[in-house]
């Protein structure tokens, strides 16, 4: 099991930039692939961006496409999610999630496919 806690959230206007940032510790991280998704109230978490184990494949959902980017520093054991122009209908708790990958080059989008997650970190958009 890998620990993840997240950081890096807050309020911002739109149209504004925040930087989240999720630090690994307790295994190899770069084993893992990494993802981040999102939740508001009363819907189902759903996938922002992934990326695999190396770093050189990422995906992102449609809504973030352009807006957002999905790094990792293995050395550092974090990974970053880069928001920038953002909107309100952004607003959401983030969370850091992780997949031990035998593969290096899968990205993995389901929640499903996720075993550890932080806690999560909100961030809040407003008009």
């Known amino acids: 099991q890998v620990q993840l806690v997240e950081s890096g959230g807050g309020l911002v206007q739109a149209g504004g930039s925040l930087r989240l940032s999720c630090t690994a510790s307790?295994?190899?991280?770069?084993?893992?692939?990494m993802g981040w998704f999102r939740q508001t109230p009363g819907n189902e978490r759903e996938i922002v961006a992934a990326?695999?184990?190396?770093?050189?494949?990422?995906n992102y959902a449609g809504s973030v496409k352009g807006r957002f980017t999905i790094s990792r520093d293995n050395a550092k054991n974090t990974v970053y999610l880069q928001m920038n122009s953002l909107k309100p209908e952004d607003t959401a708790v983030y969370y850091c999630?992780?997949?031990?990958?035998?593969?290096?080059?899968?990205?993995?989008?389901?929640?499903?496919?996720?075993?550890?997650w932080g806690r999560g970190t909100q961030v809040t958009v407003s008009s």
């Open positions: 307790g295994r190899t991280f770069s084993n893992y692939a």
């Open positions: 990326i695999t184990r190396n770093g050189i494949t990422t």
């Open positions: 999630a992780a997949r031990l990958s035998l593969r290096s080059g899968i990205v993995y989008t389901s929640s499903g496919d996720y075993n550890d």
